[in-house]
């Protein structure tokens, strides 16, 4: 406790919101897993990995209303609690339903932390180093994804994938004192400036860019996850293909921060095309040890897009409205988890798990285009602003 007190707000939060999505990431591989040994179709586990999105897509506007007229630590605490809750039941469940509702309170949960947690870094950053102090908070999750996989894999082979969800539902509890503080006084929230934050041509850029890339991940990464169950894999190899990728991410994430402060349209661009080369080579070959090297590529696209697209997002919103539109914003990951694992079993369904795997790479051309042609547009209008 009292080594907590010596850490700087700032710093607690950005190592709570680093061990958040650290246990998250411990359960996310196992589930299409775990589905397949209670003998789930591929259109089951589809269902049960995106329905987490269907309360996240609901509850996140909510969330963040909540965060910009109360508290943003009260509501970290809350997802905090129904992250818990979601995999107490999920070390319980026994069938194909329990898995569902599980997720459906994970997706609460994500709904009540990430929102605040995102406004939060911004509301303490300097003048002009938003996209820095993005960075940073980026670098700390990346941190989180890289443990997560493996440390899932780890504790999936040493004990059971119940005991696994049961270890991650106590752990997540013990993250309540770090998120505990007294926020600061804030502007009433107004109508006019979230509207005009929502109406922002970059805030609508950088949504529509991150609903392309999450289709196009979560939907190659759910059925990745099966494929090389199916052929004989355990649940290491998958685990570590995520860390290798966060691995990858983590030396450039403040870089691409510090960047995106000056050319946040270029850092977004820049990520999803490398993301764009390694979804490629998952598709030429999906199996280890080559998923690595494509892991190895992936990972700097990361670095270089997240930071991008979420300063591209929230450089210019204001502290009334910041948690409504970090919410609005992050609410493009939800749709799609929800889209991808739907959209990507249907495929593997109809045309196997390679047809699937081909449609990733591009989706991601076209999140890439979907940043880079309006900038086009605009720099080559007479008088535009650079």
Do not use: H
């Not at 591989?29 to 995106?50: D, K, M, N, W």
């Amino acid at each position: 406790m009292v080594v907590a007190c010596m850490i700087s707000r700032t710093w607690r939060l950005n190592i709570a919101s680093m061990l958040f999505f650290m246990l998250i990431q411990v359960v996310v591989p196992l589930v299409p897993r775990y589905a397949l040994t209670i003998g789930a179709s591929p259109f089951e586990i589809g269902l049960a990995v995106s329905s987490v999105s269907i309360t996240a897509i609901f509850l996140r506007p909510l969330s963040g209303f909540v965060s910009d007229r109360q508290s943003r630590s009260k509501m970290m605490v809350l997802g905090l609690f129904l992250g818990s809750s979601s995999y107490l039941l999920l070390s319980a469940s026994e069938g194909i339903l329990p898995v569902f509702a599980a997720r459906l309170i994970e997706g609460a949960a994500i709904a009540s932390f990430i929102p605040s947690s995102l406004a939060s870094a911004v509301d303490e950053a300097k003048d002009g180093k938003i996209g820095e102090a993005l960075g940073w908070r980026s670098l700390m999750v990346g941190i989180g994804f890289t443990a997560g996989p493996a440390l899932g894999g780890f504790l999936s082979e040493a004990f059971s994938y119940r005991t696994t969800f049961l270890i991650t539902a106590l752990l997540m509890l013990t993250l309540v004192p770090a998120v505990v503080y007294k926020d600061a006084k804030r502007p009433p929230p107004s109508r006019v400036s979230t509207l005009r934050g929502l109406r922002e041509r970059d805030f609508g850029i950088a949504f529509s860019s991150l609903v392309i890339y999450a289709v196009a991940w979560m939907g190659l990464l759910t059925f990745l996850s099966a494929y090389l169950k199916l052929m004989g894999f355990g649940d290491l190899e998958i685990g570590l293909f995520l860390s290798v990728q966060a691995i990858g991410s983590l030396g450039i994430r403040v870089i691409g921060g510090r960047m995106a402060d000056r050319y946040p349209d270029t850092m977004t661009f820049s990520g999803l095309s490398v993301i764009g080369l390694a979804l490629f080579l998952v598709y030429l070959n999906p199996t280890p040890p080559w998923i690595y090297a494509a892991a190895a590529v992936f990972g700097p696209g990361v670095g270089l897009f997240v930071p991008g697209s979420q300063t591209l997002a929230l450089k210019r919103s204001s502290p009334s409205s910041r948690g409504f539109l970090s919410s609005i914003y992050t609410m493009g990951m939800d749709i799609g988890n929800l889209v991808g694992p739907l959209v990507f079993g249907l495929i593997v369904q109809s045309g196997g798990y390679r047809a699937s795997f081909a449609v990733a790479p591009v989706l991601m051309i076209v999140a890439a285009l979907a940043v880079a042609i309006p900038f086009k547009i605009m720099k080559s209008r007479p008088g535009a602003a650079s």
